[in-house]
C-alpha cells in the first residue's frame, strides 16, 4: 500500500510483489537493446573508429549529436501514439536498432555513420518510450520500473564487454559492430514473444487517498530540470574513453566505461527506495548533486581512481535521474493537457544535442575537455537547484 505523509519521512512502501517479472525483464531488454546497445555502444565504439581513421573528432561529435537529434525527433514521434500500440512500436525499434548497428558494420563516410546515428537515435526513444509505458501504463506495473530503467546499465555493460574482447582480439570495427548487432538480436528474440502477447489484466492495487503537494514536483520543472540532466551527463556518457585514451593511454578505457554500466544496473533500485521515502525534490536533487561531482571527478583527478569514480558516480545516477522522473511524470500526468512523459523526452533530447555541440566548441578553443566537463556540472547543480522549487 502506498502512503504518503505531509512531514515528508516517507513517501511511500512498494506494493506487493506481482507475477509481472517476466514482462518486466521483457520491457528492461527492451530497453537495453534501444538504449545500452544502439545508444551507448557508440561511446566505446567512438575512439576506435576514431583510431581506425573512420572519422575524425570532430566529426565523431557531430554523430553523437546527430543521434541525439534522433532521439528528440522519436520522442515527438511517439508522442500521440495510443497505448494499445506501445508493444508493436516496441518490437520495431529493437527490430531497426539491430538495423542500424549492422550497417555501421558497413564501409561509410563520416556523414553516412552520422545518418545512422540519427536513426539509431530515432529508435532508442521509441524503445525508451513505448517500453516504459507498456510497462508502466499498458500492464499497470509501475513497481516495475527500477528494473526495466537497469536495463540501460545491462545494455552498456555487455556491449562493452563486446567491444573490449573484439579490440584484445585486434579485429577491425565492422567486426566488432556485427557482434553488437547478433547481441542485440538475442536480446530481441528473448523479449519479443512476450511483447507479442495480450497482456493479462493488470493486478489490482492499492492507492493512497490523497498526495500532499508538496512532495511532488510541477509538471512544468520536471520537464526543465530533465533537459538540464540530459544536457549535464551526455558530456561525460560521450567523451569518457575518448577522454581517457588522451589523457591516461595506460588505462583502458572500455574497462572504465563498462563500470559506467555497472553502476547504472543497481542504483535504479536505490534511487526508487530513496524516492519512496524522501519524496521527489529531495531525491532529485541528491541524484543530480552526486551526478555533478562524478561529472567534474576527470578534471580533479584525471588518473584511474578519478576515472573509474567518475564512470561509477554518473553510471550510479544517470539512470536513477530517469526512474526518478518518469514515476514522478506518472503522478502529475493528470494535471496536463500535453503527453509529459514524451515532452520530458523530448526536451532531455534537446540537452543531449545542445551538449556534444558546446563541448565540440569548448574543446576547440580550450584544447581540453575541462570547460566542457565544468559546464556539464553546472548545469546538474543548476538542475539540482530547481528541483527544490
Not at 538504449?35 to 570532430?58: I, Q
Not at 541525439?68 to 500500440?85: E, F, I, M, W
Not at 567486426?175 to 519479443?192: E, K, Q, R, Y
Request: glycine letters at 10%; hydrophobic letters at 55%; charged letters at 10%.
Amino acid at each position: 500500500m502506498i502512503r504518503l505523509v505531509s512531514n515528508e519521512k516517507e513517501y511511500g512502501r512498494p506494493a506487493p510483489s506481482n507475477s509481472r517479472f517476466v514482462e518486466t525483464v521483457s520491457a528492461a531488454l527492451v530497453v537495453a537493446v534501444g538504449m545500452g546497445f544502439g545508444r551507448f555502444a557508440f561511446t566505446g565504439m567512438y575512439p576506435l573508429m576514431v583510431g581506425e581513421g573512420l572519422m575524425s573528432l570532430d566529426q565523431g561529435s557531430l554523430a553523437a549529436s546527430a543521434n541525439y537529434a534522433g532521439y528528440l525527433v522519436g520522442a515527438l514521434l511517439v508522442s500521440r501514439l495510443p497505448h494499445g500500440r506501445a508493444a508493436s512500436a516496441a518490437l520495431m525499434a529493437m527490430l531497426g536498432t539491430v538495423a542500424c548497428l549492422g550497417l555501421l558494420a558497413l564501409p561509410m563516410g563520416a556523414w553516412w555513420i552520422g545518418g545512422t546515428r540519427f536513426i539509431a537515435g530515432i529508435f532508442s526513444a521509441i524503445s525508451l518510450i513505448t517500453a516504459s509505458v507498456w510497462l508502466l501504463q499498458v500492464i499497470e506495473h509501475p513497481h516495475g520500473a527500477p528494473l526495466l530503467f537497469s536495463g540501460v546499465g545491462l545494455g552498456i555493460f555487455a556491449s562493452a564487454e563486446l567491444i573490449a574482447a573484439g579490440a584484445f582480439i585486434r579485429v577491425n570495427s565492422g567486426m566488432i559492430w556485427v557482434a553488437l548487432a547478433l547481441a542485440a538480436a538475442i536480446f530481441s528474440a528473448v523479449a519479443w514473444p512476450i511483447l507479442r502477447k495480450p497482456p493479462a489484466p493488470p493486478m489490482p492495487v492499492e492507492h493512497a487517498d490523497k498526495i500532499h503537494e508538496h512532495v511532488l514536483m510541477k509538471p512544468w520543472i520536471l520537464v526543465l530540470v530533465y533537459g538540464l540532466a540530459g544536457f549535464g551527463y551526455i558530456v561525460t556518457a560521450t567523451y569518457l574513453p575518448v577522454l581517457i585514451k588522451g589523457a591516461a593511454p595506460n588505462i583502458d578505457p572500455l574497462q572504465v566505461w563498462a563500470a559506467f554500466g555497472i553502476g547504472a544496473m543497481p542504483s535504479c533500485f536505490l534511487w526508487h527506495w530513496l524516492h519512496m521515502r524522501i519524496g521527489t525534490k529531495r531525491t532529485m536533487f541528491l541524484n543530480l548533486a552526486v551526478q555533478a561531482i562524478g561529472v567534474v571527478l576527470p578534471v580533479l583527478e584525471p588518473n584511474l581512481a578519478g576515472f573509474l569514480a567518475s564512470a561509477l558516480l554518473v553510471g550510479g545516477t544517470f539512470v536513477g535521474t530517469v526512474t526518478i522522473t518518469m514515476a514522478a511524470a506518472k503522478r502529475v500526468a493528470h494535471r496536463v493537457k500535453f503527453n509529459i512523459l514524451a515532452s520530458m523526452t523530448a526536451a532531455y533530447g534537446a540537452g543531449q544535442i545542445v551538449g556534444p555541440l558546446v563541448a565540440g566548441v569548448l574543446l576547440t578553443h580550450a584544447h581540453s575537455f575541462a570547460p566542457s566537463l565544468a559546464t556539464a556540472a553546472g548545469a546538474l547543480l543548476a538542475g539540482a537547484l530547481v528541483s527544490l522549487l
